[in-house]
């Protein structure tokens, strides 16, 4: 049985770099969640994808920021010109949901940013 | 707007003891699901439960039970016996039906400690 994976787990970077984080969700599971949670917070919505389609995006998502899922599995989410704000934990869920119908979340490990 | 209120931000406890621990929320959706997650030290969050807003039905699972109240807007969680395994950040979080997204809105989490 598989979770949801998400690769690298833990990166550093220097501030103006370009980072990308991937993440396999469960095999089947047509919807993908990104979040970011900080120190001490709940994770916040940043974006989601139905299929190959995203089709929501949070005003956390500023447009440095950009998520693709090219074939309905895997998803990638690529911060450009990082800044130190940019310094979290970033989550990636997936979920077997249809449209109203919010089934449970599955997480994965998360990838931890840290921008120097 | 949504929103989803833990005051209890740590709580410690002796193990074996009880302890419940709070939620109180916010939304303007006649239909919504509620979700519990736990986040241990390790990171990755994991899906306890998730109730609709037509059952009100309490729910228990081996030493977990859930209190939902529709009149007092709570999800309130309580974990009898506590274990020194137990001890992470719990989560409660809201996912509203009328939202596409069927995203989750997290409350800030209570750390809860199990002191052995």
């Known amino acids: 049985d598989t979770g949801v994976s998400q690769d690298p787990r833990h990166k550093i970077t220097k501030r103006g770099q370009n980072v990308t984080f991937r993440c396999d969700p469960i095999?089947?599971?047509?919807?993908l969640y990104w979040y970011r949670q900080t120190l001490g917070q709940g994770p916040e919505f940043l974006t989601y994808f139905q299929n190959e389609a995203q089709l929501e995006k949070s005003r956390l998502l500023s447009d440095r920021f950009s998520a693709e899922r090219p074939k309905g599995s895997f998803s990638t989410l690529e911060i450009q010109r990082t800044e130190q704000g940019d310094s979290a934990m970033y989550l990636c869920a997936s979920s077997p949901g249809q449209a109203g119908r919010p089934y449970e979340q599955y997480f994965g490990p998360g990838t931890r940013l840290t921008v120097t | 707007a949504q929103k989803v209120t833990q005051a209890q931000t740590e709580i410690s406890v002796v193990e074996k003891e009880d302890v419940t621990l709070d939620c109180v929320y916010e939304t303007r959706d006649t239909t919504y699901y509620l979700f519990w997650y736990k986040q241990p030290p390790s990171g990755e969050l994991v899906f306890l439960i998730r109730?609709?807003?037509?059952?009100?039905q309490n729910e228990i699972s081996g030493r977990y039970s859930w209190n939902f109240q529709k009149s007092t807007s709570s999800f309130n969680f309580t974990i009898t016996a506590s274990q020194v395994v137990d001890s992470a950040v719990y989560f409660c979080?809201?996912?509203?039906?009328?939202?596409?997204?069927?995203?989750?809105?997290f409350g800030t989490g209570t750390r809860l400690t199990v002191i052995p």
């Open positions: 095999s089947e599971h047509n919807r």
């Open positions: 979080a809201l996912s509203e039906v009328q939202t596409g997204a069927n995203n989750l809105f």
């Open positions: 109730r609709n807003s037509f059952d009100e």
